[in-house]
């Protein structure tokens, strides 16, 4: 058995560790809601940069700082904005800001704030020459909240350029799903035979071609549909009408394997992406 002053010792720390406890929650919640309303007032750039005497870095820190206070947990969607708006006044004062660009891809866009992510981002690629990431979120926004996948192929070639051999094989296969989804064929075609070209990885190349043939079929399933409609005055009714009527002399075959689609308009698509 212990003795009594040694169960006094132990009582005595146990009761200080859990006022500490309860007392670091109640202060924590006010200073978070202090913090919330501090961060309702968004300075100037160059206000901060002044406080700052002139410390670019030195400002950008202070309005990350101020920025992550708050957490990101049950936010108002008005709170989101100004948080958006400390954000990108701290990506005009530092864009190579680490904590900033990842928060931005990883609250901001997520939550109604992703016009101004991508901008921090774009600021972002073009000050960290060296880090992929950035242009690899830039890119996966686009892709997923704006469906432009033009822009989203270009965002992720960029990241596949700064990447080690490996990942870019990785990430150029990624683009050329992206163009093939966004750009016109003959268009996606010649991008992708560029990409073939520069490209030292014939793993990626085998991708490429089969991706190039693909297009190549599906660029004449459209001009086969396009005659008939100019002769017809409507659409063929499925693609082996286009070989019984002679205008081909046989479906193309899809390098993937997965074929392709001809809508009640009379527009070819792609089958599915792999």
Request: aromatic share 10%.
């Amino acid at each position: 058995m212990w003795p009594n002053r040694y169960k006094l010792a132990i009582f005595i720390l146990v009761g200080a560790a859990m006022v500490f406890s309860f007392s670091s929650y109640l202060l924590s919640g006010k200073q978070r809601r202090r913090s919330i309303e501090d961060l309702q007032v968004v300075m100037p750039s160059s206000v901060q940069l002044l406080m700052a005497l002139g410390d670019r870095h030195l400002a950008a820190n202070v309005g990350a700082f101020r920025a992550q206070t708050v957490g990101t947990d049950k936010l108002k969607p008005e709170t989101y904005l100004v948080l958006a708006r400390v954000q990108l006044a701290v990506a005009q004062l530092n864009p190579r800001h680490e904590d900033n660009y990842y928060t931005a891809a990883a609250i901001l866009a997520w939550n109604g704030q992703t016009e101004i992510a991508q901008q921090i981002l774009e600021r972002a690629t073009k000050a960290r020459k060296n880090d992929y990431l950035p242009p690899f979120f830039s890119g996966f926004n686009r892709y997923y909240f704006y469906k432009d996948y033009k822009g989203a192929a270009k965002d992720i070639l960029i990241a596949a350029e700064r990447t080690d051999s490996g990942q870019r094989a990785a990430l150029s296969n990624i683009a050329s799903r992206w163009i093939e989804k966004g750009y016109e064929s003959s268009m996606a075609i010649k991008m992708l035979d560029g990409m073939s070209k520069s490209s030292g990885n014939p793993r990626l190349n085998f991708i490429l071609q089969g991706r190039i043939e693909r297009l190549k079929a599906l660029r004449q399933l459209q001009d086969s549909v396009y005659k008939f409609q100019l002769d017809n005055h409507r659409p063929p009714k499925n693609l082996q009408e286009l070989v019984s009527e002679k205008y081909i002399e046989k479906l193309p075959v899809d390098p993937m394997g997965l074929g392709f689609l001809l809508d009640k308009n009379g527009v070819v698509t792609l089958n599915g992406t792999r």
